[in-house]
């Protein structure tokens, strides 16, 4: 059952129904055990942050922001915000200090919670340059904070602020005040062109976005919920939200580069993701089975035949499936699925929303055929998340991304644009009128920039327009299919499509470094370094062969002539990855021009 609740109140109408059952499972900064909060305690903890807030001197509608990795005190921080109707700016713990200089003058932030001591050293440095911030509170107690900072307290002391709810009867007040309309979150995009837009979410979006999506994502109070994506990522805050409404546990993992080991460690049931990691899990199998015995191979290929079969070819199909198979299915998920997810840490798996990215259907069908429940979908920072998903009881299709969620009206426009309007869309951009003016048409649509097509009452996305490229020869190339479609293969890490106003389509391709050096030294290819590897005739040759595989299925024209290896990543620090890990595509060609232009010379 669904609290419809206010978010000023959710969490603690929930511990009035839940009480002492665990709410919040976590590791403190640094730690290695995890520790569990109950309903009742992260109630207490919300009331105090609200207090401490108004000690000082938050008022309704005033901007703070939290400059933090995944971790406890964000939750506290946001629904203690919630609470005194204040609105909460959520930074991507890797922004740049450019980055967050920009965000807290546009907003006109005067409190900043920080995580970590990267987090606080950024945030040090540009407060002389940020004229409204007047205080930092820091989330981790091991924190150095500098002699010169008088401005600075650590979140301990700053919930001491509240800690006998001296404030209480003012936050009550403030909690039937509480309506609709109100500004909830500013989340800034991370701006693939480089440009930053503050979407403006409402309180009103966040109980329709609830709604609706409690009528398709069947969460519940039986399910322990891993945050993976960081509490920033729109996709991530609003599916912790809605697992909250529903009852269900939290699993808060704060380095996502330790997700898998948390996963194993800590057995969730659901997960939301991007397709990246997916491919990771499909790669990393695979390679396990490469690696075994002609028997084992064997048997796990048969064992993946009936997986498809059955969860995809009949149950996603709505369709009953025979007896027979349905005996086989019991078998292998026994012993071979069983296995696989175990090493995970899905025991008990129930519900994988994925979105952000092109899924490729090598990779859903493999989830699906394990049996994970894999729900595709698509949804934008502006639509609040979920625009489209699936739903489990109507037909799921591979390569779609589901149906449009409740309340929402989905139409497509020219050049196969998606156009919506409904009460989860974005108002606009926060001081940028201009901006807002140009992606609302006369209809009161919002135009998302994605194409797309419906068939049989589901969505498929076609490409992003803007990132749609043209060859000299007049060819349409989209980008990320054909990155996705690389982006299987175990030895490819990153790649970045080239192909715009170029005779052929080309890539910069990183590879998997262990895997690669593995197989070099496994085939007597003598390197020094990385850069060696790279260049290694041998090593081209047999990332060609693969990449040619990978490709049958595209159209000559949108398949990969020429490709360069590259020695390093892309990085958010060099400005290539957005805070979302999404490729910034202006700044890799300017970076990479040299090594771009190389590959057509004829």
């Known amino acids: 059952m669904q609290h419809k609740n206010h978010l000023s109140i959710l969490i603690h109408e929930q511990a009035k129904k839940y009480g002492r059952r665990p709410v919040l499972t976590f590791r403190n900064f640094g730690s290695l055990k995890w520790k569990s909060v109950s309903w009742n305690q992260f109630s207490l903890r919300v009331k105090q942050t609200s207090n401490a807030m108004l000690n000082l001197g938050v008022k309704p509608q005033e901007n703070i922001a939290v400059f933090s990795q995944n971790c406890i005190h964000y939750l506290y921080t946001d629904f203690g915000a919630y609470g005194v109707r204040a609105c909460s700016i959520p930074f991507y713990a890797t922004s740049s200090e450019q980055q967050i200089q920009y965000m807290l003058n546009d907003a006109q932030v005067r409190i900043l919670f920080v995580g970590e001591q990267e987090q606080y050293d950024k945030a040090h440095r540009v407060f002389p340059l940020c004229p409204s911030l007047e205080r930092i509170i820091i989330f981790d107690d091991s924190v150095r904070i500098s002699s010169h900072d008088p401005n600075t307290l650590y979140f301990e002391d700053f919930l001491k602020l509240g800690e006998h709810l001296p404030r209480q009867c003012e936050v009550e007040k403030l909690w039937a005040e509480a309506n609709e309309d109100d500004l909830c979150n500013i989340l800034y995009t991370s701006g693939t062109t480089g440009e930053s837009k503050g979407v403006m979410l409402s309180y009103g979006q966040y109980m329709a976005a609830l709604?609706?999506?409690?009528?398709?994502?069947?969460?519940?109070?039986?399910?322990?919920?891993?945050?993976?994506?960081?509490?920033?990522?729109?996709?991530?805050?609003?599916?912790?939200?809605?697992?909250?409404?529903?009852?269900?546990?939290?699993?808060?993992?704060?380095?996502?580069?330790?997700?898998?080991?948390?996963?194993?460690?800590?057995?969730?049931?659901?997960?939301?993701?991007?397709?990246?990691?997916?491919?990771?899990?499909?790669?990393?199998?695979?390679?396990?089975?490469?690696?075994?015995?002609?028997?084992?191979?064997?048997?796990?290929?048969?064992?993946?035949?009936?997986?498809?079969?059955?969860?995809?070819?009949?149950?996603?199909?709505?369709?009953?499936?025979?007896?027979?198979?349905?005996?086989?299915?019991?078998?292998?998920?026994?012993?071979?699925?069983?296995?696989?997810?175990?090493?995970?840490?899905?025991?008990?798996?129930?519900?994988?929303?994925?979105?952000?990215?092109?899924?490729?259907a090598e990779v859903e069908e493999f989830v699906h055929s394990i049996g994970i429940m894999m729900m595709v979908g698509y949804g934008l920072t502006e639509s609040l998340a979920t625009v489209c998903c699936d739903h489990l009881d109507k037909k799921r299709s591979l390569g779609s991304v589901g149906r449009v969620i409740s309340g929402l009206e989905l139409k497509i426009g020219e050049n196969d644009e998606i156009l919506l309007k409904g009460p989860t869309i974005t108002k606009g951009y926060y001081k940028r009128d201009d901006i807002t003016s140009l992606v609302?048409?006369?209809?009161?649509?919002?135009?998302?920039?994605?194409?797309?097509?419906?068939?049989?009452?589901?969505?498929?996305?076609?490409?992003?327009?803007?990132?749609?490229?043209?060859?000299?020869?007049?060819?349409?190339?989209?980008?990320?299919?054909?990155?996705?479609?690389?982006?299987?293969?175990?030895?490819?890490?990153?790649?970045?499509?080239?192909?715009?106003?170029?005779?052929?389509?080309?890539?910069?391709?990183?590879?998997?470094?262990?895997?690669?050096?593995?197989?070099?030294?496994?085939?007597?290819?003598?390197?020094?370094?990385?850069?060696?590897?790279?260049a290694s005739p041998e090593v081209y040759a047999m990332m060609m062969e693969r990449i040619s595989t990978l490709q049958q299925s595209l159209a000559h024209y949108e398949q990969v002539k020429r490709f360069t290896l590259l020695a390093h990543h892309f990085s958010i620090n060099t400005g290539e990855l957005t805070n979302t890990l999404k490729l910034r595509r202006p700044v890799i060609y300017k970076n990479f021009k040299e090594v771009i232009d190389k590959m057509y010379e004829d």
């Open 440 to 534: 609302f048409d006369k209809d009161g649509f919002f135009h998302t920039g994605d194409a797309g097509y419906i068939k049989d009452g589901e969505l498929y996305l076609k490409e992003r327009i803007k990132d749609l490229f043209k060859t000299s020869n007049g060819k349409y190339i989209a980008p990320q299919m054909v990155e996705s479609t690389l982006l299987v293969d175990k030895f490819i890490d990153q790649v970045a499509v080239v192909a715009d106003q170029r005779k052929f389509v080309s890539a910069l391709i990183v590879p998997e470094f262990r895997l690669v050096e593995e197989w070099a030294r496994d085939n007597g290819i003598a390197f020094q370094n990385r850069e060696e590897l790279c």
């Open 211 to 360: 709604e609706a999506n409690s009528k398709c994502v069947p969460v519940g109070e039986k399910d322990r919920v891993m945050n993976f994506l960081p509490y920033t990522h729109i996709f991530e805050r609003a599916w912790s939200y809605l697992a909250l409404s529903k009852g269900a546990q939290l699993i808060i993992n704060t380095y996502p580069h330790e997700v898998q080991e948390s996963m194993r460690e800590t057995h969730p049931t659901s997960m939301s993701s991007v397709p990246r990691f997916w491919e990771k899990v499909y790669q990393a199998v695979h390679d396990q089975i490469d690696r075994s015995n002609p028997v084992l191979q064997k048997v796990f290929r048969n064992a993946l035949a009936v997986g498809k079969k059955y969860n995809i070819d009949y149950l996603a199909k709505g369709k009953r499936p025979p007896m027979g198979l349905a005996m086989k299915y019991k078998a292998v998920n026994a012993t071979v699925f069983s296995l696989v997810r175990k090493q995970l840490g899905l025991e008990n798996p129930h519900l994988f929303p994925t979105a952000g990215a092109y899924v490729s």
